[in-house]
């Protein structure tokens, strides 16, 4: 089967555009998520009973639901239930609120497994000395914390990198729809998503590379 190199190249363009929307829906979506996740990780250790019953309702349901469904729901429910018409960019603000509302949930349980992962002495230490237990989360055990979170955050974000191409059913101009696009034009849809799927490599790939050297690098200022 030809593969049609020029149409490969002709296509790079459009589809180095849609790369971009890509990453900064992918890392705005991760950014949302690190806040939330957080917030509702602190939440789910609350001795508190009902920040711990909503933390949990959080992180079951937009676990528990498929990220296409939510992102439908914030695209076109939440505009009928707040009764306001859907402006021209709205399709980014969908995207990414919907990416980084799911994305939320699984790195509140990162955090939480990371949080957990410290030696309950090292808190206990800490307010010996005379720190409160806000103190000592934010001075002693996060720091500590986030250092071991880093490969499943890295993990996260290529897992969302790749489902971000869900967003393309609500016509967000990402790499996935921008490749559609070129497939409803040219008809020729072997050759369009094989390229589709090599930018989607060469991302991951990248990535992967990243998220190991930062873990190697914390490894060994732990070891010193």
């Known amino acids: 089967m030809e ?34 996740g ?9 001795n508190s009973r009902i920040l711990r019953g909503f933390a949990i309702a959080y992180i079951d349901f937009f676990r528990g639901t498929p990220l296409l469904v939510q992102i439908l729901m914030v695209y076109f429910a939440v505009p009928q239930l707040l009764n306001f018409q859907i402006p021209d960019n709205y399709q980014f603000i969908a995207g990414i609120s919907a990416m980084g509302l799911n994305s939320g949930a699984y790195i509140a349980e990162i955090f939480r497994a990371g949080i957990q992962s410290i ?26 914390a986030f250092k071991r979170v880093i490969p499943p955050l890295g993990n996260e974000f290529i897992a969302l990198l790749k489902d971000s191409s869900l967003v393309s059913f609500i016509a967000l101009q990402d790499l996935m729809y921008s490749g559609k696009l070129i497939v409803s034009r040219t008809y020729q849809p072997f050759v369009i998503y094989l390229e589709v799927a090599l930018f989607y490599l060469a991302m991951t790939l990248i990535l992967s590379r990243f998220v190991n050297y930062t873990e190697r690098r914390f490894g060994k200022s732990d070891n010193r």
Do not use: C, Y
Request: proline share 3%; aromatic share 2%; net charge neutral.
């Open 3 to 36: 593969l049609h190199w020029e149409l490969m190249l002709e296509s790079v363009n459009p589809l180095l555009k849609g790369t971009l929307i890509t990453l900064e829906l992918t890392a705005g979506a991760v950014a949302m998520g690190i806040v939330i």
């Open 38 to 46: 957080l917030f509702m990780a602190l939440m789910r250790l609350s």
């Open 119 to 144: 030696d309950k002495g090292q808190g206990e230490a800490a307010r010996s000395l005379g720190m409160t237990q806000g103190q000592a989360m934010r001075h002693v055990i996060l720091p500590q």
